[in-house]
């Protein structure tokens, strides 16, 4: 119990540092978000404006993110006994669903922008989409290794992916625009973003699904965690077995194993935690044990069953015989 305590308080920790992260990269993208919407306007660049439209969702998904971390740190109640964990789970998937809707627009219009090309200011372009790369590289670093732990921080890390990957799709039509005059070449490199983007959501939005259905994480083995329970001395056999995820960084697990006969169940239950977090950094953990005695009970009520059930039919015969002798002798 002290050790699952220790880390629900990194847990905390790591959520605090998270929400300092995402109010320095929710202020520099309002910002930059401004200066790309306005830039785009005045060089009537699709690939500046679909990247400020972005930043817009990003400006979204970033207070969705961090009114989830807010919501995930509050305690748990008699009606929600794990907490509002899931909420970081369903800004994932709101983030991911937002992206994917956002990158259809934008590919919708830029199909628009092939069959009739409009005039594009690619100098001015270009350097308003090179100091939207500068902002997103700083965000980018910001989010990056909370990314990896974090379903919702990784939403977020993939919003500012997708504003990098505008801008430097913004900075290569820029200079196609500006050094060939490739006009066509903004709306094709905007719909060469948008898939990208859509590709990545997609993975967002499965992993987040995953975890509402309360499916084995991606990165346990099932097999393997059977395998390391039964390796246990004093354990027989694992069943009845279940691992899912919470929240991001906290996976839970049940089974039922059938222990030996004589074996202490308080020092199974020990040894079998002590592997499950340090193996698999499952800190959650519910066994119930199930002794061998148990088998030999049921053996015991199965024969009481069975003679019983001799014994009645012998009863039942007897009865049978007595009634016959009876009837010849009234004849």
């Known amino acids: 119990m002290p050790e699952e305590h220790k880390h629900d308080r990194h847990l905390h920790t790591r959520a605090s540092s998270n929400r300092q992260r995402l109010v320095i990269v929710l202020t520099l993208t309002v910002v930059y978000m401004l200066a790309e919407a306005v830039g785009g306007y005045l060089t009537n660049s699709l690939a500046l404006l679909s990247d400020a439209g972005h930043m817009l969702t990003d400006v979204a998904a970033l207070v969705l993110a961090m009114l989830a971390l807010w919501f995930s740190g509050r305690p748990a109640t008699t009606k929600k006994t794990y ?131 309360e499916g084995t994480p991606s990165h346990i083995n099932i097999q393997s965690v059977v395998r390391c329970m039964e390796g246990v001395a004093g354990i027989q056999e694992v069943h009845d077995l279940h691992v899912w995820t919470i929240s991001s960084g906290k996976d839970a697990l049940s089974a039922h194993v059938t222990a030996d006969r004589g074996a202490s169940a308080r020092d199974l239950l020990n040894a079998l935690t002590d592997k499950l977090r340090d193996e698999f950094n499952i800190g959650h953990v519910t066994i119930q044990v199930e002794l061998d005695e148990v088998s030999e009970e049921a053996v015991k009520l199965y024969q009481i069953n069975r003679r019983s059930e001799a014994e009645a039919d012998a009863t039942s015969t007897r009865s049978s015989r007595q009634s016959a002798t009876a009837r010849k002798g009234k004849d």
């Open 83 to 213: 907490g509002y964990y899931r909420m970081e789970i369903l800004a994932a998937l709101a983030n991911g669903v937002a992206l994917i809707v956002i990158s259809i627009l934008i590919c919708y219009e830029a199909v628009s922008r092939i069959r009739s090309p409009e005039i594009v200011q690619g100098f001015q372009m270009l350097l308003i989409a090179t100091g939207g790369l500068a902002v997103n590289g700083i965000n980018m670093a910001l989010l990056r290794s909370a990314s990896d732990e974090n379903l919702n921080m990784r939403g977020a890390f993939l919003h500012v992916i997708g504003d990098a990957l505008g801008s430097v799709g913004a900075i290569v039509a820029g200079m196609l625009i500006w050094r060939f005059g490739w006009l066509i070449s903004d709306p094709v490199i905007s719909i060469a973003i948008c898939l990208l983007i859509v590709y990545s959501s997609w993975k967002l939005i499965r992993d987040a699904v995953n975890v509402l259905l």
